[in-house]
């Protein structure tokens, strides 16, 4: 073999092995490049799934924030409209009690004006009765022997009656709307037997 012949041979196998490298070698960098990409998509579609669990996991706080910051504000107008109540009724009762202290006060002053009333009313029939009883015990030193112990007895009976009337004007101190009527009733009554021993008296000394 020539010089020639072998440089020929020598470049045919030169040129062979540098096309199965490119042939061997082009699948890798094809796999290469296509492993490549798929790492990508997945690391995009990862970094996707993050963003909308963070997304979710931020807006789930955001409602849980807004929801607590409503409950509180409930509460604080609860509590808001609690204290207006309790104020309000406080109120109310200072004002029931004032009121019902100023009738206590209004009641108490008619009671003793009552009470004045009735016993000056009592003392006027008393006095006016007295005035026959005046009359009367001017004439009994004068009265008859036979009608003497009688009489006696009269004016003792009298004056007893005196001392019941006077204690029945003493009632009308402490005197009550409930038992008005029943003092007023008693003194008349006892006034009414006062007149009558007065009037048996001065028939009987005449």
């Known amino acids: 073999m020539t010089d020639n012949e072998d440089d020929v041979q020598a470049s045919v196998v030169a040129w062979g092995t540098m096309r199965f490298q490119k042939v061997t070698l082009a699948p890798l960098v094809l796999v290469t ?32 924030k807004t929801k607590i910051a409503d409950i509180q504000k409930q ?13 309000q009724v406080k109120d109310a009762l200072s004002k029931a009690q004032s009121g019902a202290e100023d009738q206590a006060k209004s009641a108490e002053a008619a009671l003793v004006t009552a009470r004045q009333a009735f016993k000056a009313k009592a003392k006027l029939e008393l006095s006016d009765a007295n005035k026959d009883l005046v009359e009367v015990q001017g004439k009994v030193s004068k009265v008859a022997a036979k009608s003497k112990a009688q ?3 009269l004016m003792q009976d009298i004056v007893k009656q005196q001392k019941a009337l006077s204690k029945d004007i003493a009632g009308f ?17 006892d006034l009414a037997v006062y007149k009558a021993k007065i009037r048996t008296v001065k028939a009987k000394v005449q």
Do not use: P, R, Y
């Open 151 to 153: 009489v006696t007895q």
């Open 75 to 87: 509460l604080d107008d609860t509590k808001a409209e609690l204290q207006k109540a309790q104020d």
């Open 173 to 189: 101190d402490a005197a009550t709307l409930d038992t008005f009527h029943t003092l007023n009733t008693q003194f008349e009554k």
């Open 33 to 64: 490049l296509l492993g490549c990409s798929h790492a990508e998509e997945e690391k995009a579609k990862l970094d996707a799934i993050q963003k909308q669990a963070d997304e979710k996991v931020t807006s789930a706080e955001n409602q849980a």
